[in-house]
């Protein structure tokens, strides 16, 4: 699993636009081993940011889609903190053992300057088509990866909408009381870790270990102490809350560089629609507000 670098709309053959203020799409790529199938995550800033509440969200919804009988599931990913190395993955990983079909679940990380992955050639083939089209908004992105390889199988994308995105950050909050601290008394250092592992036999505890050739597990629990919080969440709720209750707002200064691109043609007519949904009065609040009450499973 990766993130690719950020793509932006427009992107068009004319280089006096090179310093005109896009629109930035992203697109976290899963791809199976065992099948060769990939799967694009995709969306745009006008509904959600690449925090780690969004990554969490793609990767449960991975899980999710998975059949009943596979029961192990390994990902490989680079060392990013932000991404892949977090308690709030950490927080999704635990649940998504506890109540899918699945019995263990493992994270491996790849040493930082050879983290090569199959993802990487997806991303450069993607970016490859997208050179040789203009992509005047995000959907021509998702159009461009479902298109950039000729041979099955074929890449396939899942649009994300604001309505998608699940606030996991919070939900790791209230179920992880502990980050730090391993039984064994020691200080865990998330940057160190090379392997974890989720096991739906014990759901209180992180395995892990700080080298892949170590020859036993550490652990750390999670929940050192109980709580009578009455907003606490626990691993096996059925739902968790919506990370935003609308479209995101985009900076005012973006919104001025993408209607001049509206008005000089540089953006055809047919593609203002679209534009307009996102481009809010410049005097509007920019903060996205979180969804404290709207849930979704």
Known sequence: MDMEKILVTPSLQIGKLYYTQKLKTFNFTVFNLGT?????????????TKGSSEIATCLWKSLSSLKPEVKEVTFYADTA????????????????????????????????????????????????????????????????????KIKKPLYQVTPMDFTDFLDFKNFASKTITNRNKTEDGATLNWLKVKWLQYRKEDP??????????????????????????????????????????????????????????????????????????????????????????????
């Open 81 to 148: 903190s932000g991404q892949n190395r977090n308690s709030i993955n950490a927080a999704m990983f635990l649940r998504a053992v506890t109540i899918l079909p699945l019995t263990i679940i493992n994270q491996k990380f790849m040493e930082s300057g050879h983290s090569e992955m199959e993802c990487d050639s997806v991303h450069s083939c993607i970016e490859n088509r997208g050179n040789k089209v203009d992509v005047f908004t995000p959907e021509g992105w998702y159009a461009v990866a479902r298109t950039a």
């Open 36 to 48: 060769s199938e990939v799967n694009n995550f995709m969306w745009h800033e006008g509904v959600g």
């Open 204 to 297: 209180s505890r992180i395995y892990f270990k700080e080298r892949l050739s170590d020859l036993e597990f550490k652990t750390i629990r999670i929940k050192l102490r109980a709580t009578t919080r009455k907003d606490e969440m626990s691993l096996t709720q059925k739902t968790i809350p919506r990370l935003y209750k609308s479209n995101l707002k985009i900076e005012s200064k973006k919104i001025t560089s993408l209607r001049k691109l509206c008005s000089s043609g540089s953006i055809p007519s047919a593609y203002h629609a679209f534009y307009e949904k996102y481009l809010q009065s410049d005097d509007e609040d920019n903060e996205s507000m979180v969804d404290s009450s709207d849930e979704e499973t």
